[in-house]
């Protein structure tokens, strides 16, 4: 099966078909017949072949894994619960694991990875946040974990004035066009997901984090923005503890901060320093060309876009008027 992620293709082999489809779920809008793929990813439903490694030293840890590097091969062991083994240098990787539950998250993050990495190659400058739509122009709305992006999602889902662009990532391409990106929604909160059909609705127990909700946007295709938009307007969120909502004008420079975490360093942006270093130390360094071009990205999408601050209330209905009673106003 061929996915194609903004000319990142993808081709995933699987025993099965049912477990393939489950894989492939978060992708579907990318999905494709066909395509010279620049990434293989093998996935085997099966206890890892440890004795048939050879005999290698680990190279470096994470909280997730371990890391061991060999000559064109990388094995990242999952503490004897699940590996995956890189080769071809990146081109090629097959997952083993006999967790459900893992083989789709790592099928999903080793996606996410290699697809941060196209970014960074081809000058995709990606932002940690929720994205829409409102006429033609895009809306960015940045908030760090915890801030309410996934709820204001679920209020802007219900509001026929928005269409829906991403959950968790704004790409802008080298033209400064926003780019749709279409995977899914993930909710902790139960009460959120009672209403949609249990055909779109599946749960993840991910390595570190416990269980987790996610919809199939599927569900909302007619309010999907699948368009290339130029125009777009960038709000970054705070939380109010007490007071009604408002949004103020901020700096360029304002702006700026606020991407430093969300864009240059990437918190929130899936990294994936597992499947990119091979030597910490020694690529480590050979990223700062990486964070030379983010920060000029940052930099320079401050200056061509208006930016607000918007403080949100406990109250998401509050803050859905307020925010698109002052869209409505900007006459876009």
């Known amino acids: 099966m061929i996915i194609d992620i903004h000319g990142l293709v993808i081709e995933s082999h699987c025993q099965g078909d049912e477990l393939l489809a489950q894989l492939l779920r978060p992708f579907k809008y990318f999905i494709k017949d066909s395509g010279p793929p620049a990434v293989e990813i093998f996935i085997q439903s099966a206890e890892p072949p440890y004795d048939s490694f050879p005999k290698l030293k680990a190279s470096f840890s994470t909280p997730r894994n371990i890391v061991f590097k060999g000559t064109g091969l990388k094995i990242i062991d999952y503490f004897g619960k699940a590996v995956i083994v890189e080769e071809s240098g990146g081109r090629k990787f097959t997952i083993y694991g006999t967790d459900p539950n893992f083989l789709q998250e790592a099928f999903y993050l080793l996606v996410l990875s290699k697809f941060g990495q196209y970014c960074d190659k081809n000058g995709i400058f990606r ?60 909710i902790l909160d139960e009460n959120k997901i009672k209403s949609i059909p249990g055909e779109y609705v599946y749960e993840i127990d991910r390595m570190e984090f416990g269980r987790k ?120």
């Open 127 to 186: 932002i940690h946040a929720l994205t829409f739509s409102f006429r033609d122009c895009a809306v960015i709305f940045s908030a760090s974990a915890g801030g309410g992006k996934s709820t204001m999602a679920f209020a802007l889902l219900e509001n026929d004035n928005f269409k829906f662009i991403s959950d968790d990532e704004a790409l802008i391409d080298g033209s400064g066009r926003v780019l749709p990106f279409p995977i899914r929604i993930g």
């Open 213 to 332: 909700h996610f919809i199939d946007l599927g569900f909302w295709d007619s309010r999907l923005e699948k368009r290339e938009l130029r125009k777009k307007i960038f709000f970054v969120a705070r939380r109010l503890i007490n007071g009604d909502p408002y949004i103020e004008k901020i700096t360029g420079y304002r702006a700026f901060a606020s991407l430093v975490g969300a864009a240059v360093i990437g918190f929130g942006l899936y990294q994936g320093i597992e499947f990119i270093f091979n030597n910490p130390i020694k690529e480590m360094l050979s990223l700062v060309p990486v964070f030379f071009r983010r920060t000029v990205s940052a930099i320079n999408f401050a200056k061509e876009t208006d930016s607000y601050q918007i403080y949100l209330s406990r109250d998401t209905g509050k803050n859905l008027s307020v925010l698109e009673d002052f869209i409505y106003k900007l006459k876009l």
